[in-house]
Every structure is written in C-alpha cells, then in structure tokens.
C-alpha cells in the first residue's frame, strides 16, 4: 500500500496564508502531517505539490517522502488523485488531505491495518460522520486517474461503496480551511 497527502490545493479561504504552513507543535502543518504519515508504517509515503509553491517544497526538505508535481493543480483535488494513481500503480492507496491536523501516525496504521484489499475502506469520526482518509483498491486506481473538477472521488465511492472505519474523536473530519476555524481549533486544544 502507498499513502499520499494531498497538498497542491491554493488555500483560497485563508485569504493570502496558507494553511499547510500553519504551525502545529512548532512546526509547518505539511511537515508534521507528512511525518506522522511516515511514522505509520503505511508506505512509502508521496505528497502532491504545486510547482509554484517554493515554501511547501522547503518544508518537507530532508523527509524520505515522493514528491509529486500537480502542473493542473488549478482544476482541483481531480488533479491530484490522477498525479498520485499514477504514481501509486499496482498498489491500494491511501489518500489524505494533509490539511487534517488532527490525523496522526495511530490513524493512519489503524486503517491500513483494516483495509481488506477489495473494498475501499472510508475514516469516519467517532459519531460516524465520514472523512479521510480513503483507501482505494489498486483495482480503482484506474478510476481515480479519470477524475476531473473538485469533487474528489465522490463518483468513484459512489459507485463502490466503501466500507467505514471510525477513528478517535473528529480525527477523520476536522480540516481546518479559514483563518477563523484555524483560532477555534487552537483554542479548544
């Protein structure tokens, strides 16, 4: 099994921050979620990045991480899948947004740990509300590769159901998109 964090998208609610680059324990969001995924065990691990983003780039500097170019990433999260089916040929893959602060290295093995190999395998929260990651049999990697807009793979787990997995608390869904969801989540920590 491969894991990709997906971190071309422009950060368009954060009104000129970028949200991969919000500290979290010190460090750049991006940075830390990609070593959480490294320290999972699930891997090896890519990041989707866009080309004209220098300071995403710097912060995974020295993490034995794939780093894959999305030169479309102005279509939206269709781009970055496709980038990463192909990269992740023949294997099952886990997707994650790394704008999750709240997924760590427990998570990610624990649905790695569930994925049975034929069917994709959905986080949820505690309360069941879906979320991330995904993660897809190699079977629909070819499905991912057709992907256009921003909708994801909506179409693709529409049309093959996953089974769901519940991960601790809200683990699975926050995602943090606006400044002012960025000072909420930090004050409840």
């Known amino acids: 099994m491969k894991l990709v964090l997906l971190a071309a998208g422009a950060s ?20 830390r979620q990609a070593r959480a995924a490294l320290a999972s065990g699930v ?5 989707t ?36 089916a192909l990269w992740a040929a023949g ?9 999750m602060p709240e997924l760590d290295a427990d998570d990610f093995a624990t649905l790695a740990g569930a994925f049975d190999g ?11 509300t879906p979320g991330h990651p995904v993660i897809f049999p190699a079977t629909l990697l070819a499905d991912l590769g057709t992907l256009t807009g921003d909708a994801g793979a909506r179409s693709v787990l529409h049309r093959h159901p996953p089974r769901l997995l519940a991960l601790p608390d ?20």
């Open 12 to 31: 368009r609610r954060m009104r000129g921050a970028d949200k991969l680059l919000e500290p979290v324990d010190d460090e750049p969001l991006l940075r």
């Open 43 to 47: 891997g090896p691990v890519a990041v």
């Open 49 to 84: 990045l866009p080309p004209g983003a220098p300071s995403r780039w710097q912060a995974l500097d020295g993490l034995p991480l794939t780093l894959l170019p999305v030169d479309r990433a102005s279509e939206g999260m269709s781009a970055s899948l496709r980038v990463a």
């Open 91 to 99: 294997s099952a893959l886990m997707v994650a947004p790394a704008d």
């Open 118 to 128: 034929r069917a994709p395998l959905r986080a949820t929260a505690a309360d069941g």
């Open 170 to 189: 809200t683990h699975a869904i926050t995602d943090l998109d606006t400044p002012e969801a960025w000072t909420h989540w930090r004050a409840g920590r």
